[in-house]
C-alpha cells in the first residue's frame, strides 16, 4: 500500500490557477443569426496576486473554514480518515475541508464527478499541493477559483459584483461577507435566488448571511485577526449592490438569456451541457428570439403604460403595476419575443414566465375543448358508466346564463359548503343572461364570458377532464390549482404567459401540441453539440375537429364579444379575456394562424427587499373603474401583434367540422342580449391555493364539503360563490410563484434555472 501510495504522490500533479480559469463567454445569438450578447466566462473572472487581496479577506476564509491553514499540511487527517471510511462502506463520496484541498477541487474543473477514483486522486493532489506550494500561492489560488455567486469566478468579480469595486479596497466588514457567501451564493446571496430554490427567499438569505457575517467576524476577533475595537465598529450588515448591474443584460435581453440557460440546463439530458459546463463557456447558442418581434412587444407595453399608468397622479392606483407577455410560434413552439418587465437589470421576475397571476376566464377554452373531446356525462348512469358513456357537446349546446345559478354535479345534487348552503354562481356585474328561462349557447356564453354557463359544464363534463384537457393543451400541471371544486373551470390556476401562449398555440395548430422552446441550437469548438429539432416532439393533443371549433368560438369573443378591442385590420383573430377575483390580475390570449401571444397585468410590490410580494387589487388603476381583459391587456396585444404580423401573408383558420350533439335543447322564448363590450368575468377562488390534488373531484354523496376542508367551505355558499367573493385574497399566495423542475413556483420556463422546456 505504501508503494502504490508513494507511486500515486509521484504521478499527480500541482494544478495551475491559470488552467483553472479558462472560461470562456458564451454567445448568444437572435433568430437571425446576428449577435445578441456574449456573456458568462471570463469576463466576469480575473487573476490579481496575493499582495492585492486584502489581509481581512485571507484572515476572514482562514476564521470561516480552516483555522489552521498557515501551519497545516494541506489535509485534515480526521477529514480523510472520515472520507475513507464512508466511501470504503459504499456510502457518499466527501469533499475536503481545508483550504488547500477546495482549491485543489476548484482547478480541477475538468473533472468534478463524484467518484471514488477521482476523490483518491484529488487527496493526493492535495498532499502534494501542501508539501510542495508556498500558502501564499495556495490562498490566492484559491481565492481565486471560488465561485461567490452572481455568476462571479474569484475575489475580483465577487467584489465588483456584490460592491462595485475592487477587491483590494474591501473593508474587514465586507470580506466577512464575502466569505460567508462562499458557504454557498444560493443561501447567502442577500437578493435571494428562489430560481434555484424556492427556499432561497431574499429573507431567508439576508438572515442566513447576516448570521454567518456576524459569527465570521466574531471567530476573527477570537483568533487574533481583528481587535475587539475593530469589531464594534461593524455592526450593519455591509449593503450590497443589486444583480446583474451588467449592462449588457438590460432591458429585455437578461430575461431572454435567462430563459435560454434555463432550456439548456433543465434539459441537460438532452443537451448535454450541464450548469457547470455552461458556467465554464465556450458555447454559442442560437436562440428562439425575434430581436424585432421582442421590440414591438416591448413597445407596445411602454405606450400603454406611457399613456396611462402614473404613479405619481396615483400612488395607490398605479404603483407597482407589471405586464407580461409571451408570443409562440404554434407550428413549432419556437418563443418569438417575451416581455419580462422593465429591465432585467432593475425587476428581477422573469413575467413572462414566473408571475403566480391567475388567468381567471382565460381558462374557459380548456372546459370547451373537455367537454367536446370526452362529452358530458349522464346523471341516468353509475358513476363508472358516466365515466365511459359520454355525450360529447357541440358550442351550439344551451347551458344556464342566470346570475347566483345553483352549481350542481353531474348527477343533478347542488354542491354545497360545510354549512349546507347550495353553491350560487355570479356572473360579472350580476348579471343575468337571456331571462326567462336564461339559456345561452355555449358559444354566446363565451362571448360574453359568462361564468354560470362554464362552471357548470365543468361539472357536467367532470373536473378532472378540464384539468387533462388544459395539461394536454401544454399547461403544466405544477401551475394548477386544485380540481377538487367547481371555480377551477374559471381560471383559478396561474399558468405563466408562455405557457398560455403555448397553450392557445395548441388550438391555433388544430391540435397539434409542442412544448415552447428557447434554443434551436448550440454549437462549441469543435461543431454542433445540440439541434432541437432533433429531440422536438410534436403529439396530437386534440382532434382538429374540436380544436378548430375552439378556435371558431373564440373568434366569435374577438369579432363580437369581450376581445374586440384585439380586432385585427385584415386577419382572423381568436382569443379571450381574462379578469380574476378582487381585480388582481387580467389577461389577454390570442392567436392567429401564425401567432399566439399571451399578456398579463397586475400589480405586486416584488422588488427585491419588499417583505410582502402580495398581489394587489386594480380598482383605480390606469385611471379605470376596473381592469378588465378587454382594457390595456388586450390593447398591447392588439398594438403588438399589428406590427409583428406586418408584411406577413394573410392566413385564415380551418373551417371547423360540425360537432357533438346539442345537449338541453328546449325552446328558448326571448333572444340573448348582448353584453357590453367592455366587460369581463372575474373568477372566483378558495382562500388559500392548494398544491396538486387528487385528478378527479369526488364529493361525499350529497355533495357537501368535507367539514375540515377551508378551501371548499370558503368557495361555496348562497353569497361566496362567483366573481364577487371567492376568496380573501384572490386565492393568491403572498409570493408569486417560481417555475416548476427546481423552479420555485411552477411554470417551468424560465427564471435560471427554473423551467423544463422553455
Not at 422593465?342 to 381558462?363: C, I, L, M, R, W
Not at 358516466?386 to 347551458?399: C, F
Request: charge should be negative.
Amino acid at each position: 500500500m505504501m508503494v502504490v501510495a508513494g507511486i500515486a504522490y509521484a504521478m499527480v500533479g500541482v494544478p495551475n490557477v491559470a488552467q483553472a480559469a479558462e472560461a470562456q463567454n458564451n454567445v448568444y445569438k437572435w433568430a437571425d443569426g446576428s449577435t445578441m450578447v456574449a456573456t458568462g466566462g471570463e469576463t466576469n473572472r480575473q487573476i490579481i496576486g496575493y499582495a492585492q487581496i486584502p489581509k481581512e479577506m485571507r484572515y476572514a476564509v482562514m476564521s470561516a473554514e480552516n483555522k489552521t491553514f498557515e501551519t497545516d499540511k494541506g489535509v485534515d487527517p480526521m477529514g480523510i480518515g472520515r472520507a475513507l471510511f464512508n466511501m470504503a462502506k459504499g456510502g457518499e463520496t466527501q469533499g475536503g475541508s481545508t483550504i488547500t484541498q477546495q482549491y485543489v477541487k476548484n482547478a480541477r474543473l475538468s473533472d468534478q464527478s463524484q467518484t471514488v477514483t477521482r476523490k483518491f486522486k484529488e487527496l493526493f493532489i492535495s498532499i502534494k499541493v501542501g508539501a510542495t506550494v508556498d500558502k501564499k500561492e495556495i490562498m490566492a489560488g484559491y481565492l481565486n477559483t471560488a465561485y461567490y455567486g452572481r455568476g462571479a469566478y474569484g475575489i475580483q468579480a465577487a467584489s465588483r459584483a456584490y460592491f462595485n469595486k475592487d477587491a483590494s479596497k474591501l473593508n474587514a466588514s465586507q470580506c466577512a461577507f464575502l466569505a460567508a457567501v462562499l458557504k454557498g451564493a444560493t443561501y447567502y446571496d442577500p437578493a435571494g435566488a428562489t430560481s434555484i430554490d424556492p427556499a432561497a427567499t431574499p429573507d431567508a438569505n439576508l438572515r442566513r448571511a447576516t448570521e454567518r457575517w456576524s459569527w465570521i467576524l466574531d471567530e476573527m476577533v477570537k483568533d487574533g485577526h481583528l481587535t475587539a475595537s475593530q469589531r464594534a465598529g461593524y455592526k450593519k450588515f455591509p449593503e450590497t449592490e443589486s444583480p446583474r448591474s451588467n449592462a449588457q443584460l438590460s432591458g429585455q435581453v437578461g430575461y431572454l438569456v435567462d430563459l435560454a440557460k434555463a432550456y439548456i440546463v433543465n434539459n441537460s439530458e438532452k443537451t448535454n451541457i450541464t450548469a457547470e459546463d455552461l458556467q465554464r463557456g465556450g458555447y454559442t447558442i442560437q436562440t428562439t428570439f425575434d430581436k424585432k418581434m421582442v421590440n414591438q412587444l416591448e413597445n407596445a407595453v411602454k405606450k400603454v403604460r406611457k399613456e396611462n399608468i402614473d404613479p405619481k397622479a396615483r400612488p395607490d392606483k398605479d404603483k407597482y403595476v407589471q405586464f407580461g407577455g409571451a408570443s409562440v410560434d404554434p407550428e413549432d413552439g419556437a418563443i418569438k419575443a417575451i416581455y419580462g418587465g422593465e429591465d432585467a437589470t432593475k425587476h428581477f421576475t422573469n413575467n413572462a414566465d414566473q408571475t403566480g397571476a391567475q388567468v381567471g376566464s382565460t381558462f374557459k377554452p380548456f372546459v370547451l375543448a373537455a367537454a367536446m373531446q370526452w362529452g358530458k356525462r349522464d346523471p341516468e348512469l353509475g358513476p363508472e358508466q358516466a365515466q365511459d358513456e359520454r355525450t360529447k357537446v357541440s358550442p351550439k349546446s344551451l347551458y344556464s346564463g342566470e346570475n347566483k345559478l345553483k352549481i350542481e354535479d353531474y348527477d343533478e345534487n347542488v354542491w354545497k359548503d360545510k354549512e349546507g348552503k347550495e353553491w350560487l354562481q355570479k356572473n360579472d356585474g350580476g348579471e343575468s343572461y337571456n331571462p326567462p328561462s336564461y339559456q345561452i349557447d355555449l358559444r354566446e356564453a363565451m362571448r360574453v364570458s359568462a361564468n354560470s354557463a362554464y362552471v357548470q359544464l365543468g361539472m357536467d363534463v367532470g373536473l378532472d377532464k378540464v384539468r387533462e384537457a388544459a395539461l394536454d393543451a401544454g399547461v403544466l400541471k405544477t401551475s394548477l390549482a386544485s380540481a377538487n371544486y367547481p371555480s377551477f373551470s374559471l381560471g383559478t390556476s396561474d399558468p405563466s404567459a408562455i405557457r398560455m401562449a403555448g397553450a392557445y398555440s395548441t388550438f391555433a395548430a388544430s391540435g397539434k401540441q409542442n412544448d415552447p422552446y428557447s434554443v434551436k441550437e448550440i454549437t462549441d469548438k469543435d461543431g454542433t453539440v445540440f439541434r432541437h429539432a432533433d429531440v422536438a416532439k410534436t403529439r396530437q393533443a386534440f382532434t382538429a375537429q374540436v380544436a378548430d371549433n375552439v378556435t371558431d368560438v373564440l373568434r366569435t369573443v374577438v369579432d363580437k364579444g369581450t376581445g374586440t378591442a384585439a380586432k385585427l385590420d385584415d386577419r382572423q383573430v381568436a382569443g379571450k379575456t381574462g379578469t380574476t377575483d378582487g381585480n388582481k390580475s387580467a389577461w389577454f390570449v390570442g392567436y392567429t394562424p401564425q401567432l399566439s401571444t399571451a399578456v398579463s397585468m397586475y400589480r405586486m410590490d416584488d422588488n427585491e427587499s419588499s417583505k410582502k410580494r402580495e398581489f394587489l387589487e386594480m380598482y383605480g388603476t390606469g385611471g379605470q373603474k376596473k381592469i378588465h381583459g378587454a382594457s390595456f391587456p388586450a390593447e398591447i396585444w392588439h398594438d403588438y401583434m399589428e406590427n409583428a404580423l406586418k408584411g406577413k401573408e394573410v392566413e385564415d383558420f380551418p373551417t371547423p367540422e360540425p360537432i357533438g350533439v346539442v345537449v338541453n335543447d328546449v325552446p328558448t322564448p326571448t333572444a340573448t342580449p348582448s353584453a357590453p363590450e367592455t366587460a369581463d368575468e372575474e373568477s372566483p377562488t378558495p382562500s388559500n391555493t392548494p398544491s396538486e390534488s387528487a385528478p378527479t373531484p369526488t364529493p361525499t354523496p350529497s355533495n357537501t364539503c368535507d367539514p375540515f376542508d377551508f378551501e371548499c367551505n370558503n368557495t361555496g355558499g348562497n353569497d361566496n360563490g362567483g366573481t364577487d367573493t371567492g376568496g380573501t385574497d384572490g386565492g393568491v399566495s403572498p409570493e408569486p410563484t417560481e417555475t416548476d423542475d427546481g423552479n420555485s413556483r411552477g411554470n417551468g420556463n424560465g427564471g435560471l434555472f427554473g423551467g423544463g422546456t422553455g
